[in-house]
Nanobody, 120 residues
Framework: QLQASGGGLVQAGDSLRLSCAVSGSTSGNYVLGWFRQAPVNEREFVAAFSRRFGNTYYADSVKGRFTISRDNAKNTVYLQMNSLKPEDTAVYYC???????????????WGQGTQVTVSS
């Protein structure tokens, strides 16, 4: 139901846009969350979009650099990542949940990850 794409290898300071296409039977009032997981780290919250309320949420580490947007016609949520840093290197996942939460266990459906690598 979730297809994430857009990862790649970039240099510090560059930008990338990740996409998460939502397909199949879903409630219109979902929360789409972006998470990331670097080697030896736990999966961590990055950002989320509430389709019910139209709100966006960001982790402090990405606030001001990353922006969530959505295309309702395409049922796709984007994560625009600017001013990328080497510490942003991780596998990025999108996930569907019912409510805004930062705990990955509160999300029911996950897409496959997309690798983002930022070189210094």
């Amino acid at each position: 139901q979730l297809q994430a794409s857009g990862g790649g290898l970039v240099q510090a300071g560059d930008s990338l846009r990740l996409s998460c296409a939502v397909s199949g039977s879903t409630s219109g009032n979902y929360v789409l969350g972006w998470f990331r997981q670097a080697p030896v780290n736990e999966r961590e919250f990055v950002a989320a979009f509430s389709r019910r309320f139209g709100n966006t949420y960001y982790a402090d580490s990405v606030k001001g650099r990353f922006t969530i947007s959505r295309d309702n016609a395409k049922n796709t949520v984007y994560l625009q990542m600017n001013s990328l840093k080497p510490e942003d290197t991780a596998v990025y996942y999108c996930a569907l949940g019912r409510w805004y939460r930062v705990n990955p266990s509160d999300y029911d459906h996950w897409g496959q990850g997309t690798q983002v690598t930022v070189s210094s």
